[in-house]
């Protein structure tokens, strides 16, 4: 089946910091998401970007769907970045997900 | 505000206690689907359903049931919970199943335990 892997899987920053987060497809990119679940569980949606460059106030993300992989850029993190980071594509009907970056932002 | 919710948020029930969690959406999507979340096996999906009346098996369908009466509601049963459902649900919806510009929203899920 389809395969999402995703890079790094844990990530430590000082606030302030910038981060890099990536995530590459074994099939065609189709509706491709960006979720950060917060500590209370809950995913939120980042970006729907199947292919081009989005930006929402210091995230911004990339998909180059012709190479298979999507980057998702945050700036200037801040304490309430923390949470795990997911990206996903379409495979039929359902989602397929990473299993996610881990990312803690300490003040 | 355009959202899917889903009740209860959190519950501790006992094996073999009949439970429903709902799931409602307010975007007149077509496309709903449970997915559960587990540690080290991220989330699958359990059931979906394309339309009213049309649903069918996710990958981790076994000791669930779903049900799709109204556009809007898509909620999951255990009729005989067991202590390894014991996880993170989450209802998701989108406008179809698939297809081009099609994004899916997910609920604020729903922590189950089962003793």
């Known amino acids: 089946g389809i395969q999402v892997e995703q890079s790094p899987p844990d990530l430590i920053l000082q606030e302030g910091a910038n981060s890099t987060l990536r995530c590459n497809f074994s099939?065609?990119?189709?509706?491709l998401q960006w979720f950060h679940q917060n500590p209370w569980g809950q995913l939120i949606n980042l970006f729907y970007i199947p292919s081009g460059t989005k930006q929402n106030g210091r995230l911004s993300a990339t998909t180059v769907a012709t190479e298979r992989y999507s980057l998702l850029y945050i700036s200037s993190s801040q304490t309430t970045d923390s949470g795990v980071y997911f990206c996903?594509?379409?495979?039929?009907?359902?989602?397929?997900f990473g299993k996610g970056t881990t990312l803690s932002v300490s003040s | 505000e355009a959202q899917v919710t889903q009740n209860p948020r959190y519950l501790i029930t006992v094996t073999g206690k009949k439970l429903t969690v709902t799931c409602s959406q307010n975007?007149?999507?077509?496309?709903m689907s449970w997915y559960r979340q587990d540690p080290g096996l991220g989330l699958r999906q359990i059931y979906y359903?394309?339309?009213?009346?049309?649903?069918d098996k996710g990958d981790v369908p076994e000791g669930y049931k779903v049900s799709r009466k109204e556009k809007r509601n898509f909620p999951l049963i255990l009729e005989s919970p067991s202590p390894n459902q014991t996880s993170l649900y989450f209802c998701?919806?989108?406008?179809?199943?698939?297809?081009?510009?099609?994004?899916?929203?997910f609920g604020p899920g729903t922590r189950l335990t089962v003793l």
């Open positions: 998701a919806s989108s406008k179809t199943s698939g297809g081009f510009r099609n994004e899916q929203f």
């Open positions: 975007m007149n999507h077509e496309y």
């Open positions: 099939d065609s990119v189709n509706n």
């Open positions: 359903s394309m339309n009213v009346e049309v649903t």
């Open positions: 996903a594509n379409q495979a039929g009907t359902a989602l397929i």
